[in-house]
DNA sequence: CCTGCCGGGAT
DNA sequence: ATCCCGGCAGG
């Protein structure tokens, strides 16, 4: 169909099959590394011959003809390799070839080329990941604004050893050691994308029985290769429709200040910033007693709790906003998000600690340090606890942060595995504290912390120390946030009025702390 | 000023 | 325990 038009197109990177340099007759591959015309004069009418450099199995380059590299084809159709092989240099060819390799040739030739830092990569998994990585990131710049047929083979090539560097110290980071999803933070955004619109509907039972109850979208993306990082700017319409569609719910005021949260691009010198940090999501728990289901949005939350157990079957417009009591918000951080899954008992915090060797002082940078969160004011519940950080020493990896709206609904105490390999801040001593137990707002928490070398990595376990100090306030704490801030949000009072004082949360009609809708 | 909410009193 | 409110403090 396209076949003319492929023809057009550049075969940089293009495996091909070229006699053998030895002239044994056997024919090897390589990877066409340049072309020129060698008649460039050439009319309309004449063909015109072109020379390859092809980069041999061995190291070697060569230069064939065409039909030199024809002939050493057997296997190809009658228009010869150059043509079924082709892999156009830039943006979607990439997958084009990649489906004509694995089609007919051998298995060998299934791993992708990297034409242009000479080495072949070998073929492991890591690499082959990568690869397919590029490609859907081909994909996708190429349908947004790259003007790809402009990009010069370095650019390309550029991104492409930037993103295999991403991806491979991504794959080797300590954290990344089981379920791929968190890998991904597209992934996560997709999850949002399904819970506002998509297939995942909140369904009537609860059956998971416990936490998580979320439907992946994993289908559609295979499961052992990490999904292409969403670019941020197609990240972030995802977000907004999903909280931002319903009218006064609590984190309307929230959610705006992690966007605003610029990833500035760690990514190397990425061109284009593609992957938002931002690996807090936001999920609402239903704390309705033994059901627990975890919705990614609002509205999905909501309704569930209306339709399941306020069983009122009409439509959120005739909603009293009593829901509102029988949710929380949850924060996990992505990163480390399938740890706490995979174990939210504390005991294992020790199993689940990460393994980089001590001696190493500086992580693999490129993890991302999921920094963004922000010292907004409104983000945080204890800001006084920010600017101190006794606690940062416990912090945890395996994070997940209950935001609790409506803390006083809480039932269960929500135990926090956490196994630290870093913390920050100097301003503590190192101490051996392992578990201990804090009261904050109404439920408690029990935090059971490993206290690690408290070597120092600046972003990372600023962040973290950021983080925990959100999560719970410090015992000794106790002068410094003798009050507490005063909230930003909307409370009772001012949603609902004077006039309806009997709509307001116990607490505020008894002038204490908010709890409907903390901030 | 308004508003959130702590401390403490009344029941 | 529940309810209420004086008064402080942040905005």
Redesign the pocket.
């Given at each position: 169909m396209h076949t003319r038009r492929l023809v057009k197109r550049s075969i940089l990177g293009s495996r091909v099959y070229a006699p053998s340099p030895t002239g044994d007759g056997a024919p090897v591959t390589g990877v066409v590394q340049a072309v020129k015309q060698e008649n460039r004069d050439a009319s309309a009418a004449g063909p015109r011959r072109s020379v390859y450099t092809v980069l041999m199995q061995d190291g070697s380059l060569k230069e064939f003809t065409e039909e030199e590299i024809a002939a050493g084809s057997n296997h190809t159709a009658t228009k010869g390799p150059l043509k079924s092989s082709l892999k156009q240099s830039s943006s979607n060819g990439v997958s084009d070839g990649h489906k004509l390799d694995g089609g007919s040739r051998s298995p060998e030739a299934v791993d992708e080329q990297r034409p242009v830092d000479g080495k072949r990569v070998s073929r492991d998994p890591d690499t082959r990941s990568v690869s397919l990585l590029e490609q859907k990131r081909k994909v996708v710049s190429s349908s947004i604004d790259v003007p790809h047929a402009r990009r010069s083979e370095e650019e390309v090539d550029m991104d492409k050893v930037t993103a295999a560097m991403v991806l491979t110290s991504l794959s080797t980071s300590p954290l990344v050691r089981s379920p791929p999803v968190k890998v991904s933070e597209g992934l996560s955004g997709s999850w949002k994308d399904n819970g506002s619109a998509g297939p995942f509907t909140p369904s009537s039972n609860s059956s998971s029985g416990g936490y998580w109850s979320w439907s992946a979208p994993s289908d559609q993306s295979n499961p052992s290769t990490p999904s292409p990082p969403l670019s941020a700017d197609s990240f972030k319409p995802f977000r907004v429709p999903g909280v931002g569609g319903v009218g006064s719910n609590p984190t309307g005021a929230e959610d705006p200040s992690l966007d605003e949260q610029d990833g500035s691009s760690l990514l190397f010198d990425e061109p284009i910033p593609r992957k938002r940090k931002n690996s807090m999501k936001v999920m609402f728990k239903c704390l309705w007693k033994n059901c627990g289901k975890v919705l990614s949005t609002t509205a999905g939350i909501q309704r569930h709790i209306r339709t399941i157990h306020l069983g009122r079957n009409c439509d959120s417009d005739c909603s009293d906003g009593e829901e509102d009591f029988y949710y929380t918000e949850i924060k996990l951080n992505t990163d480390s998000v399938a740890d706490g899954l995979s174990s939210l008992s504390p005991v294992s915090s020790s199993v689940l600690s990460p393994p980089p060797p001590p001696p190493s002082p500086l992580p693999p940078l490129s993890h991302q340090p999921d920094s963004h969160r922000s010292p907004h004011?409104s983000d945080s519940k204890e800001p006084h606890a920010s600017g101190t950080t006794p606690l940062s020493r416990s912090a945890p990896s395996a994070l997940y942060l209950i935001h609790a709206d409506h803390a006083y609904q809480a039932t269960a105490p929500v135990s926090i595995p956490s196994s630290s390999s870093n913390s920050s801040s100097t301003s503590f001593t190192p101490s051996n504290s392992s578990s201990f137990s804090i009261s904050w707002q109404s439920p408690p928490v029990t935090f059971t912390g490993n206290t690690v070398s408290p070597t120092q990595t600046q972003g990372f376990g600023e962040q973290r120390s950021q983080t925990i100090a959100v999560l719970s306030s410090p015992p000794r704490a106790t002068t410094a946030l003798?009050?507490?801030?005063?909230?930003e949000g909307?409370?009772c009072?001012?949603v609902y009025g004077m006039e309806n004082r009997d709509m307001w949360c116990?607490a505020?009609?008894?002038?204490?702390?908010?709890q409907r809708f903390t901030d």
């Open positions: 004011p003798s009050r507490k801030v005063r909230g909307k409370k009072r001012k116990t505020c009609r008894w002038k204490k702390a908010c």
